[in-house]
């Protein structure tokens, strides 16, 4: 069922009085923690690499022999190929490394350039390249730490930091200030396979260890670049645009407690959101598959039914916790049960209510816009045009974290408010918004 009441619990009390408390005006911006914050530390220690366990995985030596179909135009052969493979997980940024190294042929001929042409008839032939090592190196950029002991650290990411290096941006990343400061120089990475653009080092939640070599084949990687692995060990992603919590394991142990808890889907995730629109039924269940959309690399599609070959399970509860200008926008906690790239972000387009700022996914300044000036007196029309034109990034905030510690098993739950252009966004739209507006409604919890 794509979209279900959710169940008529009442979230607990402890979670509904963290938000509550994180999200009302004039409110303590410090962090809210319900564990005692320790000092500080750095580690010196270099972690051991983890052992290959042999797992299939990655895609190096996938093949595809094919003819383009005799009704197709030219097109790009990196193109052609990666609509193909993509769905499968092959970025176009590989299927490009894959030429670039003689494994792409068209009627027999080897392909030298990434923006050769092919046409209705063509024979096309690839192997997919093997994984390149990325180098990433300490950089002191300043870190908003939340929590950190001797196994672990909680970081409060901030919107636009890439979380990992990836082709293409390899600096300013969040593993890159984290070396500096657990003090390790350089490491080695994988680079993975990820969306073909300036949000390529996106992709995020159930894909769980970016660096770790199990992921891929024994025969991909050499043993001087297992050897040369290192963590810190990102277990999950945050988006480059999404701000908040992210935990990080500082050793191997922790890794795998982590990474489980991941899979096992016990790591409890709220997120905060502001809306185009107003939701519709005010809190629901999403159960709808995500894929890579076919017409948009950059973009990945819910789709209900089985029609998309490569999509993957995805679940997501949301409830509508404040409504403004009349439904023009809303406050919006999501809680995910699984984890795909862009999930939060592709369930609300699919609602109708894409996220404010989300340019990607149609939450648009114009359809911002559109929404909020026809349901606020026309006094407020000049400042609803000028805080719309600031707004630079989905208005999306990972607010609260909690999981088991992987060495004490203790519980621990942190809660971080969202960044200040998070806020000011919220307290205009409160400004503009009738005081006693949408406050009958019971289904809706107002902070």
């Known amino acids: 069922m794509a979209a279900a009441a959710a169940a008529t619990a009442a979230p607990p009390p402890a979670v509904a009085t963290a938000l509550s408390a994180l999200l009302r005006r004039g409110a303590n911006r410090s962090h809210s923690l319900r564990v005692s914050r320790p000092r500080c530390v750095s580690s010196d220690a270099v972690a051991e690499p983890a052992p290959a366990l042999g797992r299939r995985g990655g895609h190096a030596g996938t093949r595809l022999e094919e003819a383009v179909p005799a009704a197709e135009g030219r097109s790009r052969v990196d193109a052609w190929i990666s609509a193909r493979l993509g769905g499968g997980g092959v970025s176009r940024a590989r299927v490009q490394a894959s030429i670039r190294a003689g494994l792409v042929a068209v009627n027999g001929r080897p392909v030298s350039k990434v923006s050769q042409t092919v046409k209705g008839g063509d024979k096309v032939s690839c192997t997919v390249s093997e994984l390149q090592p990325l180098r990433a190196e300490a950089e002191d950029i300043p870190l908003d730490i939340v929590y950190e002991d001797e196994h672990l650290l909680v970081v409060n990411k901030p919107a636009h930091m890439v979380v990992h290096p ?9 593993v890159n200030a984290i070396l500096h400061h657990c003090k390790i120089s350089t490491f080695t990475c994988l680079a993975r396979n990820s969306i073909d653009d300036d949000e390529c080092p996106e992709s995020s939640d159930d894909d769980v260890d970016v660096f770790d070599v199990d992921q891929f084949t024994i025969g991909e990687v050499s043993s001087e670049v297992r050897e040369a692995i290192v963590r810190p060990g990102i277990v999950h992603r945050l988006d480059k645009g999404t701000s908040g919590l992210l935990v990080v394991a500082k050793d191997e142990h922790s890794h795998a407690q982590l990474a489980e808890q991941f899979k096992l889907h016990t790591i409890n995730r ?10 519709s039924p005010n809190s629901a269940r999403i159960e709808v598959p995500i894929s890579r959309d076919p017409n948009n690399r950059i973009r990945m599609v819910a789709a209900p039914g089985s029609g998309h070959r490569y999509a993957k399970h995805a679940a997501s509860r949301y409830k509508v916790r404040e409504v403004f200008c009349g439904g023009g926008s809303a406050l919006v906690e999501w809680r995910l049960e699984t984890g795909r790239t862009h999930q939060i972000r592709a369930h609300a387009k699919y609602l109708g209510n894409p996220l404010l700022g989300d340019e990607t996914y149609g939450g648009t300044k114009s359809m911002a816009l559109s929404l909020l000036r026809p349901r606020t007196p026309s006094k407020y029309h000049g400042d609803l045009s000028n805080l719309v034109s600031k707004i630079d990034r989905p208005c999306l905030h990972a607010a609260l974290l909690g999981f088991k510690h992987p060495h004490s098993g203790k519980a621990l739950e942190f809660s971080c408010p969202p960044p ?8 205009e739209l409160r400004r503009v918004t009738p005081t006693n507006e949408g406050q009958d409604n019971d289904n809706v919890a107002q902070v």
């Open 166 to 174: 990836a082709p293409g941006n390899a600096n300013g990343t969040l």
């Open 270 to 279: 709220v997120y905060i959101s502001l809306t185009c629109g107003l939701p």
């Open 420 to 427: 200040d252009d998070f806020t000011e966004v919220l307290d």
